[in-house]
Nanobody, 122 residues
Framework: QVQLVESGGGLVQAGGSLRVSCTAS????????MAWFRQAPGKEREFVAG???????YYADSVKGRFTISRDAAKNTVNLQMNSLNAEDTAVYYC????????????????WGQGTQVTVSS
């Protein structure tokens, strides 16, 4: 069993930066690949970035070059550094733990956090 808690969301101006973090509890955290998803009002939940337990990373094209995902096994945390934010990045951001391979289908992930709101003002 893995419990996930996100933090670090907030309001930022377009072009600014923000970092969201996910803290996991549970002894098996290191066995899971981790990902960030986001969901804007009226839209489906979409994959943003993922990191495997081997530190392999994968990004959605829309955030590539602007977002960086990292994980700290010792602290049981996964971070998402977001730079050059724009209004289209406004969404609730969710942390998820799931199977290897970093699938982009949210239905394949086993555990989810409660989400943290990120709002980018233009």
């Amino acid at each position: 069993q893995v419990q996930l808690v996100e933090s670090g969301g907030g309001l930022v101006q377009a072009g600014g930066s923000l970092r969201v973090s996910c803290t996991a509890s549970g002894r098996t955290f290191s066995r899971y690949d981790m990902a960030w998803f986001r969901q804007a009002p009226g839209k489906e939940r979409e994959f943003v970035a993922g990191i495997s337990w081997r530190q392999t990373t994968y990004y959605a094209d829309s955030v590539k070059g602007r977002f960086t995902i990292s994980r700290d096994a010792a602290k049981n945390t996964v971070n998402l550094q977001m730079n050059s934010l724009n209004a289209e990045d406004t969404a609730v951001y969710y942390c998820a733990a799931g199977p290897s391979g970093l699938p982009t289908d949210p239905g394949r992930y086993d555990y989810w956090g409660q989400g943290t709101q990120v709002t980018v003002s233009s």
